[in-house]
């Protein structure tokens, strides 16, 4: 009964109300956030931890940044050293915000800290957790291999005997009495200093501290493995070098950094002694950090061949294929809005290649482009009295075959894109064409008539009405399909694989067939999963250059 009174105290009142909204709130997202945690982060932290494995069929030895060194070179090691400082800096920005609101509001968030450092420790316990299970959990497929009596039951035991470890279920309590610990604390503070913002700043305490234990790891990491790295280079007797370059570039972009803080607070110095002295200050770490960056290229030059060329290729890929989709669906879809007798069927029709099965598609561009001299494009070219190409098998640059054309020499790095890749280019450009073409219709349809109306009576023509009206209320679709485009190309894989030929000597090899093959063929598991960190890494940053480049643009009206 007095557990049943208990109760009732929690959840009645203006407090229990809204109690009772979190709850079910959090009731009605559990099964999304668990969805999301099976099948999207779960999947990026196994290939994380596969990446920093020596991983051939079987898990093999821990290698670190070893695997990423030999994808992008010593790089790794100055990108890793960067995510640590990003990390600190985000700290200072949370420090910031947090110091901000509690000036506006005129209030202490001290008290929250100690939740905050209990529940940041609590993440990285059950990270610590993850790390030790996962590899026994991984085992039991090996181990049960050896069984003869492969049921469900034994599967369940062999889990609960790998999840019981002594490697494993000490972790697990710590997690769990952590977790206890934070909830507890954090119900004190809440009760003790009664605040609407109580638990934003336990939140922002808890993110801060768990970006400042991130940030110093992946700092003291990326100075193991260096340091370690170097250590090796001199027991066998050659120059180290990677020492030497993470400190000058990380160093060399740190002091520059510093030099701008220093240069800025100068100009807030009251005193002239303190002014002078700030901007010497400045001058140094300026020359010390210019100094420092000039080792970059060698960095970058010591990657793996393979996959700058896969990169290589696939940016000549996105710029032969975004362009031309989007330019050739912005002038249909126009076309196709004006009330003209059968837009309706071109609709359909332009829109079918991109519902058509992908692998269908590129087997019909595979015998349409094929190097017989009866195949329908060569026997298309014997009528206009040119010579059969090898299509998909040509390595050549497409401006190196039209530079033969006509008997003018072309420079290696001017012949641009195989002629084999140009035949994907097509393809790609095609299956894309009517899906663009129906967003960019859907863009035209929100426009009201009611702009283009009085631009024609002001005078306007076509193409001012669509210079100055149509094509800047389409930006917003315009940057959506840009930016899927993009990302698409980097990401295309099915219609290469089936179209790619040895004979073109890899030229049509993109970023995701390299990692496919490095996976699939070779078996080099944690490479290929660094190698996907990488394309994953090279995405975000198109984004975000996407995104600072046309986002800003966007007009929405």
Same mark, same amino acid.
């Given at each position: 009964?007095?557990?049943?009174?208990?109760?009732?105290?929690? =959840?009645?009142?203006?407090?229990?109300?809204?109690?009772?909204?979190?709850?079910?709130?959090?009731?009605?997202?559990?099964?999304?956030?668990?969805?999301?945690?099976?099948?999207?982060?779960?999947?990026?932290?196994?290939?994380?931890?596969?990446?920093?494995?020596?991983?051939?069929?079987?898990?093999?030895?821990?290698?670190?940044?070893?695997?990423?060194?030999?994808?992008?070179?010593?790089?790794?090691?100055?990108?890793?050293?960067?995510?640590?400082?990003?990390?600190?800096?985000?700290?200072?920005?949370?420090?910031?915000?947090?110091?901000?609101?509690?000036?506006?509001?005129?209030?202490?968030?001290?008290?929250?800290?100690?939740?905050?450092?209990?529940?940041?420790?609590?993440?990285?316990?059950?990270?610590?957790?993850?790390?030790?299970?996962?590899?026994?959990?991984?085992?039991?497929?090996?181990?049960?291999?050896?069984?003869?009596?492969?049921?469900?039951?034994?599967?369940?035991?062999?889990?609960?005997?790998?999840?019981?470890?002594?490697?494993?279920?000490?972790?697990?309590?710590?997690? =769990?009495?952590?977790?206890?610990?934070?909830?507890?604390?954090?119900?004190?503070?809440?009760?003790?200093?009664?605040?609407?913002?109580?638990?934003?700043?336990?939140?922002?305490?808890?993110?801060?501290?768990?970006?400042?234990?991130?940030?110093?790891?992946?700092?003291?990491?990326?100075?193991?493995?260096?340091?370690?790295?170097?250590?090796?280079?001199?027991?066998?007797?050659?120059?180290?070098?990677?020492?030497?370059?993470?400190? *000058?570039?990380?160093?060399?972009?740190?002091?520059?950094?510093?030099?701008?803080?220093?240069?800025?607070?100068?100009?807030?110095?009251?005193?002239?002694?303190? =002014?002078?002295?700030?901007?010497?200050?400045?001058?140094?770490?300026?020359?010390?950090?210019?100094?420092?960056?000039?080792?970059?290229?060698?960095?970058?030059?010591?990657?793996?061949?393979?996959?700058?060329?896969?990169?290589?290729?696939?940016?000549?890929?996105?710029?032969?294929?975004?362009?031309?989709?989007?330019?050739?669906?912005?002038?249909?879809?126009?076309?196709?809005?004006?009330?003209?007798?059968?837009?309706?069927?071109?609709?359909?029709?332009?829109?079918?290649?991109?519902?058509?099965?992908?692998?269908?598609?590129?087997?019909? =561009?595979?015998?349409?482009?094929?190097?017989?001299?009866?195949?329908?494009?060569?026997?298309?070219?014997?009528?206009?009295? *040119?010579?059969?190409?090898?299509?998909?098998?040509?390595?050549?640059?497409?401006?190196?075959?039209?530079?033969?054309?006509?008997?003018?020499?072309?420079?290696?790095?001017?012949?641009?894109?195989?002629?084999?890749?140009?035949?994907?280019?097509?393809?790609?450009?095609?299956?894309?064409?009517?899906?663009?073409?129906?967003?960019?219709?859907?863009?035209?349809?929100?426009?009201?008539?009611?702009?283009?109306?009085?631009?024609?009576?002001?005078?306007?023509?076509?193409?001012?009405?669509?210079?100055?009206?149509?094509?800047?209320?389409?930006?917003?679709?315009?940057?959506?399909?840009?930016?899927?485009?993009?990302?698409?190309?980097?990401?295309?894989?099915?219609?290469?694989?089936?179209?790619?030929?040895?004979?073109?000597?890899?030229? +049509?090899?993109?970023?995701?067939?390299?990692?496919?093959?490095?996976?699939?063929?070779?078996?080099?598991?944690?490479?290929?999963?660094?190698?996907?960190?990488?394309?994953?890494?090279?995405?975000?940053?198109? +984004?975000?250059?996407?995104?600072?480049?046309?986002?800003?643009?966007?007009?929405?009206?």
């Amino acid at each position: 009964m007095e557990n049943k009174n208990f109760l009732q105290k929690i =959840f009645t009142g203006r407090r229990g109300r809204k109690l009772r909204e979190y709850l079910t709130a959090y009731t009605f997202i559990a099964p999304a956030t668990i969805l999301v945690f099976i099948f999207g982060i779960f999947p990026v932290g196994f290939a994380l931890f596969v990446s920093l494995h020596r991983w051939k069929i079987k898990r093999g030895d821990m290698l670190g940044l070893a695997n990423y060194v030999k994808a992008i070179g010593n790089l790794a090691y100055v990108l890793v050293f960067f995510l640590g400082l990003g990390a600190l800096y985000g700290v200072y920005v949370l420090i910031k915000r947090i110091i901000n609101m509690a000036k506006e509001k005129e209030e202490s968030p001290w008290p929250c800290i100690f939740p905050g450092v209990i529940f940041s420790v609590v993440v990285f316990a059950l990270l610590n957790w993850f790390y030790r299970a996962l590899p026994q959990v991984l085992d039991i497929s090996f181990l049960i291999r050896r069984l003869e009596d492969k049921t469900p039951a034994v599967f369940f035991q062999l889990l609960k005997d790998a999840l019981r470890s002594e490697t494993v279920l000490p972790t697990w309590r710590l997690f =769990f009495w952590l977790l206890i610990a934070g909830l507890v604390v954090s119900g004190v503070v809440l009760r003790l200093w009664r605040n609407k913002r109580n638990l934003n700043y336990q939140s922002k305490f808890a993110l801060l501290f768990t970006a400042l234990g991130a940030g110093v790891g992946l700092l003291y990491y990326t100075f193991l493995q260096v340091n370690l790295a170097y250590a090796e280079s001199i027991a066998e007797g050659v120059d180290p070098g990677i020492w030497p370059q993470v400190i *000058m570039i990380s160093g060399g972009v740190v002091l520059l950094g510093l030099a701008w803080l220093l240069w800025r607070r100068a100009e807030k110095q009251d005193s002239t002694w303190r =002014f002078i002295l700030y901007l010497l200050g400045a001058l140094v770490l300026l020359v010390g950090g210019w100094l420092l960056i000039g080792e970059i290229p060698e960095i970058v030059a010591q990657g793996d061949e393979d996959l700058w060329e896969g990169l290589k290729v696939t940016i000549f890929f996105s710029l032969g294929t975004v362009p031309f989709q989007l330019g050739i669906a912005l002038f249909l879809s126009i076309l196709l809005f004006q009330k003209l007798k059968g837009s309706n069927i071109f609709r359909i029709l332009y829109f079918i290649p991109y519902v058509t099965p992908a692998i269908a598609s590129a087997a019909v =561009f595979q015998q349409m482009f094929s190097n017989r001299e009866s195949a329908p494009i060569n026997m298309f070219l014997k009528l206009l009295g *040119m010579a059969p190409q090898q299509w998909l098998n040509e390595p050549k640059g497409i401006i190196t075959l039209l530079g033969e054309l006509v008997n003018l020499p072309i420079p290696e790095w001017a012949a641009g894109p195989s002629l084999a890749l140009t035949v994907i280019m097509l393809l790609s450009i095609w299956t894309y064409v009517g899906y663009d073409t129906v967003i960019y219709m859907a863009g035209l349809a929100n426009i009201p008539d009611e702009l283009n109306d009085s631009a024609e009576v002001d005078g306007a023509n076509g193409w001012q009405i669509f210079r100055h009206i149509t094509f800047p209320l389409l930006s917003p679709t315009t940057y959506f399909l840009s930016l899927i485009a993009i990302i698409g190309t980097f990401k295309a894989f099915n219609t290469i694989w089936v179209l790619r030929s040895n004979l073109a000597l890899g030229t +049509t090899d993109t970023f995701s067939v390299k990692i496919f093959i490095e996976f699939f063929e070779k078996k080099f598991y944690g490479y290929a999963s660094a190698m996907s960190f990488v394309l994953f890494a090279i995405i975000l940053i198109l +984004t975000y250059i996407n995104n600072k480049t046309q986002g800003s643009k966007v007009f929405y009206g």
